[in-house]
């Protein structure tokens, strides 16, 4: 019974050491207390920024809460009813799909193959993590300003670029053809160094006898690629795309910055249509009704993952 | 509670008592023969990498031209009439970006501080004290990660209204200690560490609080500079919470002021990039240093938070 689970666990009253039970049940008396004394700063702060809020949202979707100072009070179910026969709400859903799966994709696929490029281990290891993480630190303001700068239908690198094999770029935001597609690109760049660092960390972890083995059998480095790398890596591919799925699902900064969410509400996502309907619109009872029908939908795939994953566990 | 804080984490330094997550993004150093698929590999590689920092150094370029050459046609990639850095004197000379990377600063030093003092006792309380409804606040701690904190921003700033927080730094500052993930991670690392060395203390009359501040929180040294580094970068690079909880251009942090300043300055594309350029120089000059630690603390509590 050496250690804390075995100390805290049934059997410790039953611990041979008997001329210490007396303080133990003191200390353990001590410890109800000092256990919520020490949670509380965290718990203030959580039910107070966390738990509070999720209950408050909730109930303002019922009223008719305004920014504007005019609160029309208790409204049942007018702001879901309204919200789930919003053309606006399900087209931002629909366009929040869209990017979802657009960017998931080669979010998943780009950090694996850029993981195991660097992971053969050639020169230039410190440069190749610099270019693929360092956008991962910088700032969605940074990232939206650099980005449409290159966009730029004039003045920017990619057209400037296709303008030396003549090639007449689009107008890349502005264009409601390509503007969906311009910002999923800018996300692949600024946010896959995270996938590709998980990545690289699980590959490290791949025991190198695997490898050795399959060498002495006579396989080759693809052969090996695919009975060895790929499977040990499906509980990472598992994470990484459901960590993927959760954060495309909430993506906002990017698309306001760039597009605002146009043209025409073509890249108009549901974290920015409720920030629109709530501060813009100032219909803060509307905004909470939508967030929470937006809620469901993240509490949905997060319940898949966890499904998914029990199962998995329980199987290995 | 400095000692909750660590000033300068020694991530590299291993505890031979205690087991961190299995996280080692080691460097080999040995480099093997180059034969003809490492030398392909090496040039997809090499493309690829430069590719990947050109926005970085377009925007860059584009920082050090004169507002006429960053708008003139045909786009110039080195500008006829040499670089200048006339750009950023006007920028940090009428702009607020001093100011904004001083509350980003203090800011995400403070939410950072924070966050990692009172999810450490949390998250030791969890682990080691048996108090009645430990069970219970933990199903109820893991359960809170799935909601998201981009749906909360209509009743936050609800309640932001009603502590008269709106338009303080304060009001930055606060919903973003509450790191679920955080306390989860730091409770599963405090269960690994042995309870002997604790037992000896406690029989020897030592506190709790002691035990906790002196045997306890060196020994997680490691993983709690990697919480520090993965909160501080994510309050320093928050967009949303800011935006909305803040008006006054002078309480502005980096993120958000520099949004207000792209609709305010419109086509001045050299002066816009500068301010972008000096937003990101922090954090890629600090990257720059501690690349190492940074990756670690990142794929270590984007392992464990999961």
Redo the contacts between chains.
């Keep these: 019974m050496?250690?804390?689970?075995?100390?805290?666990g049934p059997t410790r009253d039953t611990a041979p050491a008997d001329h210490l039970s007396a303080g133990r049940a003191r200390?353990?008396r001590?410890?109800?207390?000092?256990?919520?004394?020490?949670?509380s700063?965290?718990?203030v702060?959580?039910l107070?920024?966390?738990?509070?809020?999720?209950v408050?949202?909730l109930w303002?979707s019922f009223t008719g809460?305004s920014l504007a100072g005019t609160n029309t009070g208790f409204v049942g179910l007018a702001n879901w009813k309204e919200a789930l026969g919003d053309p606006e709400v399900w087209s931002s859903l629909g366009n929040t799909a869209w990017f979802t799966i657009l960017s998931t994709i080669p979010l998943v696929l780009v950090a694996m193959l850029?993981a195991v490029?660097?992971n053969?281990?050639?020169?230039?290891?410190?440069?190749?993590?610099?270019?693929?993480?360092?956008?991962f630190?910088?700032?969605?303001?940074?990232v939206s300003?650099?980005?449409?700068?290159?966009y730029n239908p004039?003045?920017g690198?990619i057209n400037?670029f296709l303008?030396w094999f003549g090639i007449t770029g689009p107008a890349w935001l502005q264009d409601p053809s390509t503007a969906m597609i311009s910002v999923v690109i800018t996300t692949v760049?600024w946010t896959v160094g995270?996938n590709f660092?998980?990545y690289?960390?699980a590959l490290?972890?791949i025991p190198d006898q695997l490898y050795e083995a399959a060498s002495l059998d006579g396989a080759g480095?693809w052969r090996k690629f695919l009975s060895i790398t790929l499977p040990q890596l499906a509980p990472t591919t598992v994470?990484v795309l459901v960590?993927q799925l959760?954060a495309s699902l909430?993506v906002?900064?990017q698309i306001y910055?760039m597009t605002s969410g146009g043209p025409g509400g073509s890249t108009r996502s549901i974290?920015v249509y409720?920030?629109e309907a709530?501060?813009t619109g100032y219909r803060?009872g509307y905004?909470?009704a939508i967030?929470?029908i937006?809620?469901f939908l993240?509490?949905i795939v997060?319940i898949a993952y966890m499904v998914i994953s029990s199962r998995r566990s329980v199987k290995a | 509670m400095s000692a909750a804080t660590p000033t300068s984490p020694a991530l590299g330094t291993s505890v031979p008592a205690v087991k961190a997550p299995?996280?080692?993004?080691?460097?080999?150093r040995r480099?093997?023969k180059p034969t003809p698929?490492?030398i392909i590999?090496?040039v997809?590689?090499?493309v690829?990498?430069?590719s990947?920092?050109?926005?970085?150094l377009?925007?860059a370029l584009?920082s050090l031209k004169t507002e006429a050459e960053?708008?003139a046609?045909?786009?110039s990639i080195i500008p006829d009439s040499g670089f200048t850095l006339k750009a950023y004197a006007n920028v940090l000379s009428e702009g607020l970006v001093p100011r904004w990377a001083w509350n980003s600063l203090i800011t995400s030093a403070a939410v950072t501080a924070i966050t990692v003092?009172?999810?450490a006792?949390?998250g030791?309380?969890?682990?080691?004290?048996?108090?009645?409804?430990?069970t219970m606040?933990i199903s109820l701690?893991i359960a809170?990660i799935?909601?998201?904190g981009?749906?909360?921003?209509?009743?936050?700033?609800?309640?932001m209204l009603s502590l008269n927080l709106v338009d303080t730094l304060w009001g930055i500052i606060?919903?973003q200690?509450?790191a679920?993930p955080m306390?989860f991670i730091l409770k599963k690392f405090f269960?690994q560490i042995?309870?002997?060395l604790e037992?000896a203390a406690?029989m020897d009359g030592a506190s709790?609080f002691r035990i906790f501040r002196s045997i306890v929180l060196p020994l997680s040294r490691p993983i709690l500079g990697a919480v520090a580094i993965f909160v501080f970068?994510g309050a320093?690079?928050n967009?949303?919470w800011p935006f909305?909880v803040v008006n006054d251009a002078n309480l502005m942090t980096?993120?958000?002021g520099?949004?207000t300043v792209?609709s305010a300055y419109g086509i001045q594309?050299a002066q816009?990039?500068a301010?972008?350029v000096l937003?990101?120089l922090p954090?890629?000059v600090v990257?720059?240093f501690f690349?190492r630690q940074?990756?670690k603390g990142?794929?270590t509590t984007?392992?464990a938070g999961?």
């Design positions: 050496t250690t804390a689970e075995g100390l805290a200390r353990r001590a410890d109800n207390l000092r256990g919520w004394l020490y949670c700063p965290f718990l702060a959580f107070l920024f966390l738990i509070w809020p999720t408050y949202g303002m809460t850029l490029l660097v053969i281990g050639l020169p230039g290891q410190w440069f190749w993590r610099l270019s693929f993480f360092l956008p630190l910088l700032a969605s303001t940074v300003q650099f980005w449409n700068w290159m004039q003045l690198l400037t303008g760049w995270f660092l998980l690289l960390a490290q972890n480095g994470l960590l959760l909430k906002f900064d910055q974290l409720i920030y709530g501060f803060l905004a909470s967030s929470y937006f809620f993240i509490l997060s | 299995a996280v080692s993004l080691s460097v080999t480099w093997k698929a490492r590999a090496f997809i590689l090499a690829l990498a430069l990947w920092l050109v926005p970085v377009w925007a584009t960053a708008a046609m045909p786009v003092t009172i999810s006792l949390a030791y309380a969890l682990s080691r004290l048996r108090f009645a409804g430990r606040l701690i809170s799935m909601i998201p981009q749906i909360l921003i209509v009743p936050l700033f609800q309640l606060l919903p200690v509450v679920a306390v269960d042995p309870f002997e037992e406690l709790r970068i320093w690079n967009f949303l909305i980096l993120p958000t520099l949004q792209i594309y816009n990039m301010q972008a937003a990101a954090l890629i990257f720059m690349q940074i990756i990142i794929a984007g392992i999961t």
